[in-house]
């Protein structure tokens, strides 16, 4: 298993350029999140999901949109990419089952400058 | 969610047990105590949670003290491999998805 995988590993930007950020997960785990993790910080929540189909809003979601059509992927979206938006961004996926903790699996990390 | 306070950073030699700490002085009696590391650059990675027992795992022991607001994650026996930033987060499991809020954790250096 691939376990969870992020494209692109890097990315440079200009203010104002869109792009689309793409994490899969080959474990058929329900949830889903986007951080992102800015330098001596902890990571902070931009947005989740709890299935196909469904996305709901965390700590940090302005200037992000989310999609989630198909169990296995997650797309983080940056419409108008700013500055403050450079970061290394983590996707993670974990199970859903009820009365457990379910451990969060993240990828690699995706290294995002806007210039 | 209960606040979590780590100390900075701390050093291991290399084969001793490295205790990290957390005290978590405001926790709830349902509120977890969870550990994640994220070695260098990587993704965080989940090492071990309880309630209010001692728990071991594979990768350490998580000792919460009776009246639950300290805990000390140990690692056994360090490597350098295991030299990363360390989270303690506390958090209630939810029935929905468990939005971890991660602090600034402590960084861990095993030196030889």
């Known amino acids: 298993n691939a376990g969870v995988t992020q494209t692109p590993k890097f990315r440079v930007l200009k203010t104002g350029q869109s792009m689309t950020l793409l994490c899969a997960q080959d474990?058929?785990?329900?949830?889903m999140y986007w951080y992102r993790q800015d330098p001596g910080m902890g990571l902070r929540l931009i947005h989740y999901s709890v299935g196909e189909g469904t996305t709901a809003k965390g700590e940090v979601p302005d200037g992000y949109n989310v999609s989630r059509l198909k169990k296995q992927n997650f797309l983080l979206g940056l419409e108008s990419a700013a500055p403050s938006q450079t970061s290394v961004y983590f996707c993670?996926?974990?199970?859903?089952?009820?009365?457990?903790?379910?451990?969060?699996?993240f990828g690699p990390g995706t290294r995002l400058t806007v210039l | 969610d209960a606040k979590t306070t780590q100390p900075p950073s701390m050093d291991c030699a290399e084969g001793r047990a490295a205790n990290l700490p957390c005290n978590h002085s405001t926790i709830s009696g349902n509120e977890y105590v969870y550990w994640y590391r994220q070695i260098h650059s990587q993704g965080p990675q989940y090492i071990i949670h309880g309630l209010k027992n001692n728990e071991t795992n594979e990768m350490a022991s998580l000792i919460i003290t009776e009246d639950r607001k300290s805990s000390t994650l140990i690692l056994p026996h360090a490597t350098l491999r295991d030299t990363a930033v360390y989270y303690c987060i506390v958090r209630v499991i939810q029935g929905g998805s468990e939005k971890l809020v991660f602090g600034k954790g402590m960084k861990l250096t095993v030196n030889p």
């Open positions: 474990m058929n785990h329900e949830y």
């Open positions: 993670a996926s974990s199970y859903a089952i009820s009365g457990r903790y379910n451990e969060q699996f």
